[in-house]
């Protein structure tokens, strides 16, 4: 009967639509908790196409919230020969991160929510390497004039944050140069559908950063698709 009353009361928290800014903070984290990729948007600094310089480019990203802090800080895995990986590199203090609702793709009620009226959620902040003793000994002059680094977060911390969600991603540093990166919010915006329902504005970053999602009521998968037919 317990289990059955904390069902329920989880369905009413998903349905009920959030009014206020703390409504909205909770319900970001949460939405942060229970996805898996977002689109990354940094700054174009290209020599190879300097006419494309200070463009945004938007790239999708795996993505894992930061489970060393639990603070709605995110981790990144980016690849130094990406464009992606190349843009934080040159300007990590401006870059932002879309996260969508995606249930929408799994709902197969007649008359759900269209896409326009599910919530999405935009970090925007700076990013950071995260060490290791290679960073640390090999760049630790071209990193730190621009950089800040952060020694309380130890690799294999963040290795079992993001690799616990993203299981293929381990096997990326066997093809490519790959870094940990950890995103901290300065502004967050939210919108959660249409304004008549729920809110749509600013969250103040102490207020996202307090806010916890102990339980996550929107799960996506978080595995591969078998390859077998």
């Known amino acids: 009967m317990q289990i059955v009353c904390v069902l329920i009361a989880a369905l009413l928290a998903v349905v009920r639509c959030e009014k206020t800014e ?11 908790d229970s996805t ?9 600094k290209s020599s190879e196409k300097p006419n494309a310089n200070g463009y945004v480019y ?12 639990n603070n709605g800080d995110v981790l990144l895995y980016l690849a130094d020969m990406s464009m992606e990986g190349g843009n934080v590199q040159a300007d990590s203090s401006h870059v932002s991160l879309t996260i969508r609702d995606l249930t929408y793709y799994n709902d197969s009620r007649d ?10 959620l935009s970090l925007m902040g700076e990013v950071s390497v995260v060490p290791d003793e290679l960073v640390r000994i090999c760049f630790s002059l071209e990193w730190q004039g621009h950089k800040r680094l952060f020694p309380e977060l130890q690799l294999p ?14 096997y990326w540093k066997y093809a490519h140069v790959f870094r940990f990166w950890l995103l901290k919010p300065r502004d967050i915006y939210w ?10 504005g600013w969250i103040g970053i102490d207020l996202y950063r307090s806010e916890t999602s102990e339980t996550k009521l929107v799960n996506q998968p978080r595995r591969r698709r078998s390859s077998s037919k």
């Open 22 to 32: 703390r409504e909205a903070a909770f319900a970001a984290r949460q939405l942060l």
């Open 36 to 44: 898996i990729h977002a689109e990354l948007s940094s700054i174009v």
């Open 58 to 69: 938007g790239s999708l990203e795996y993505i894992a919230p930061d489970c060393t802090s």
């Open 111 to 120: 008359r759900k929510p269209g896409v326009m009226d599910r919530a999405r």
């Open 157 to 170: 911390q963040v290795e079992r944050c993001f690799f616990t969600v993203h299981p293929d991603a381990k």
């Open 191 to 200: 919108v959660g559908g249409f304004g008549s329902r729920h809110y749509i």
